[in-house]
């Protein structure tokens, strides 16, 4: 999950502002989504499902191309394939990121489930 950081900040100022009811907490359409996956079809299928959830998204095909792309935009969370995880960069992606690693099995409705409540309004997480 978060570490430290501008992003780990940003995910607890959402998280306190879910708790306290603020109205202007993130929903799914405004929250961007890394995917690093080196397998094309993992990664168009996590696009689709992603894209059908309203989520913004940012694609990478390996880790060091992930690192270029998070300092372009304003991430929420990262989601890594099974294939990367165990790679040096994916640890260092958890210290900075709200990270979701992928198992082999992940379906992509269980991704966006789990995205989903954790940026929605009555997450798991705040409760």
Same mark, same amino acid.
């Given at each position: ?6 992003? %780990? ?5 959402v998280?306190?502002?879910?708790? /306290?009811?603020? $109205?202007? @907490?993130?929903?799914? *359409? ?6 690093v996956?080196?397998?094309e079809e993992?990664l ?5 499902a992603?894209?059908? %959830?309203e989520?913004?998204l940012?694609?990478a095909?390996?880790?060091? /191309?992930?690192? $270029?792309? @998070?300092?372009?935009? *304003? ?18 992606f ?7 690693d992928?198992?082999?099995?992940a379906a992509p ?16 997480l705040?409760?």
């Amino acid at each position: 999950m978060a570490g430290n950081g501008p992003e %780990a900040d940003r995910a607890r100022r959402v998280i306190i502002s879910i708790i /306290e009811g603020n $109205t202007d @907490s993130l929903h799914t *359409e405004r929250v961007t989504i890394l995917v690093v996956s080196p397998d094309e079809e993992r990664l168009k299928w996590l696009k689709e499902a992603l894209h059908s %959830a309203e989520f913004r998204l940012v694609a990478a095909r390996a880790l060091d /191309e992930a690192w $270029t792309k @998070s300092d372009s935009f *304003e991430i929420g969370a990262v989601v890594i394939d099974y294939e990367l995880k165990n790679d040096i960069a994916a640890s260092a992606f958890r210290q900075r990121f709200i990270t979701l690693d992928l198992n082999e099995d992940a379906a992509p409705e269980n991704v966006v489930m789990e995205l989903t409540n954790l940026f929605s309004r009555g997450s798991e997480l705040v409760q």
